[in-house]
T-cell receptor, first 114, second 112 residues
Framework: DSGVTQTPKHLITATGQRVTLRCSPRSGDLSVYWYQQSLDQGLQFLIQ???????AKGNILERFSAQQFPDLHSELNLSSLELGDSALYFC?????????????FGPGTRLTVT | QKEVEQDPGPLSVPEGAIVSLNCTYSNSAFQYFMWYRQYSRKGPELLMY????GNKEDGRFTAQVDKSSKYISLFIRDSQPSDSATYLCAMSAMDSSYKLIFGSGTRLLVRP
């Protein structure tokens, strides 16, 4: 158990809908990363937050957004969902988000868009 | 060309064998190198973490980094059926985010 929690475990929804994925980092970790894992693209970095502030963006679609709250939990919002958004979404956390810090992954949320 | 290349396997070995897993990369800015183990439909689990070149050992696992060749390896000694999983290499640069760039993963099967 990495100490990172994610809810829900599974999500099934229809195209055009909006969903919210939730992540709680390990105790004491200030940085949260979101990754998407699909069969054809592998694990891809989406976005990073550090202590409530956005720090870096990767291949995140404009239909997707995220935020980190004062209690450091983070939410990833996916809207106007398409079939191709079906994937595993992972959250990872690290202590500072800077040099020399390991990232620990949560169990993931499996999103199925029908 | 992908920044990180990893043979997808599958790699099938008998129990007790020494396993060698490898990744190559093209970005010379990578400074941090990690190996994760991922069981089916589970979150990646951090196995090894190294900075720059050199070797690191932890139990049955040894990680090697050769920055001059842009090549990293993970060795598993006395492999067990419970080691059967997908092994992902990951790397990050000393930039503002330290985001991880992953290889595609190698599927390992250890036969009893």
């Amino acid at each position: 158990d990495s100490g990172v929690t994610q809810t829900p475990k599974h999500l099934i929804t229809a195209t055009g809908q909006r969903v919210t994925l939730r992540c709680s980092p390990r105790s004491g970790d200030l940085s949260v990363y979101w990754y998407q894992q699909s069969l054809d693209q592998g694990l891809q970095f989406l976005i990073q937050y550090y202590n409530g502030e956005e720090r870096a963006k990767g291949n995140i679609l404009e239909r997707f957004s995220a935020q980190q709250f004062p209690d450091l939990h983070s939410e990833l919002n996916l809207s106007s969902l398409e079939l191709g958004d079906s994937a595993l979404y992972f959250c990872a956390s690290s202590h500072t988000g800077g040099e020399g810090t390991e990232q620990y992954f949560g169990p993931g949320t499996r999103l199925t868009v029908t | 060309q992908k920044e990180v290349e990893q043979d997808p396997g599958p790699l099938s070995v008998p129990e007790g064998a020494i396993v060698s897993l490898n990744c190559t990369y093209s970005n010379s800015a990578f400074q941090y190198f990690m190996w994760y183990r991922q069981y089916s439909r589970k979150g990646p689990e951090l196995l090894m973490y190294t900075y720059s070149s050199g070797n690191k050992e932890d139990g049955r696992f040894t990680a090697q980094v050769d920055k001059s060749s842009k090549y990293i390896s993970l060795f598993i000694r006395d492999s067990q059926p419970s080691d059967s999983a997908t092994y992902l290499c990951a790397m990050s640069a000393m930039d503002s985010s330290y985001k991880l760039i992953f290889g595609s993963g190698t599927r390992l099967l250890v036969r009893p």
